[in-house]
Every structure is written in structure tokens, then in C-alpha cells.
């Protein structure tokens, strides 16, 4: 079984930061790519930035300049920073892994999502 638990989101005026965290625990023999989607009212799900284990990263054009994605291997955690935040940015957003368990194969997991709001 693995477990993602997401940290970080809020409340957060245009033009301010946050630093959204991701934590992967349990039975987990690789894990290759970490991401990040978003999900606002009445949208699909869309892609905001991924990192692969080797450090390749990724990012919508939408806030290309704006996110930082990083992730640390010792700590299984990936983790976005997110500067100059735009009303548009206003989401639910979801970590997502591609993890390889101990027993089974290779799949996607995703976290239970994260609120972030960005309104003055």
C-alpha cells in the first residue's frame, strides 16, 4: 500500500507564494515520476508540472516562470513552489506519483488534493 499525505495550500492575495509538499510513504520499490495536477470547479483535471527521478522537469505553460517543482529522494517528497500566484490559480490541487510498489506493478497514485485560493 503507499500513501501520499499533501501539505501547504491556503488562502494566499495575487502576487504571493505558496509551497505545496508531498509526502509518499509505504510499500514502495522506485518511484519514477512525481507531479503535480490541478483541478478547478466546473474543469478537467489538467497537468501543472512533473519531475522525474533523474530530475527533468516539466511545466504547463500557464505558470512556467511562476512554479518551481523539486523533489527529494531521501524523503520521497515532491514539492512546488509556487510565486506570483494568479486568481487563475485558484484550484484544488493533486500530487500524483508513479510509483513501483514492493508487490504488484507499476502505477499512478494520487493524493486526496489540496485547496488553493488566491483572492484579496
Known amino acids: 500500500q503507499v500513501q501520499l499525505v499533501e501539505s501547504g495550500g491556503g488562502l494566499v492575495q495575487p502576487g504571493g507564494s505558496l509551497r505545496l509538499s508531498c509526502a509518499t510513504s509505504g510499500s514502495i520499490r522506485t518511484i519514477y515520476v512525481m507531479g503535480w495536477y490541478r483541478q478547478a470547479p466546473g474543469k478537467q483535471r489538467d497537468l501543472v508540472a512533473v519531475?522525474?527521478?533523474?530530475?527533468?522537469?516539466s511545466y504547463a505553460d500557464s505558470v512556467k516562470g511562476r512554479f518551481t517543482i523539486s523533489r527529494d529522494n531521501a524523503k520521497n517528497t515532491v514539492l512546488l513552489q509556487m510565486n506570483s500566484l494568479k486568481p487563475e490559480d485558484t484550484a484544488v490541487y493533486y500530487c500524483?506519483?508513479?510509483?513501483?510498489?514492493?508487490?504488484?506493478?507499476?502505477?499512478?497514485?494520487w493524493g486526496q488534493g489540496i485547496q488553493v485560493t488566491v483572492s484579496s
Open positions: 500524483n506519483v508513479k510509483v513501483k510498489p514492493l508487490f504488484g506493478s507499476t502505477r499512478d497514485y
Open positions: 519531475i522525474t527521478n533523474g530530475g527533468s522537469t
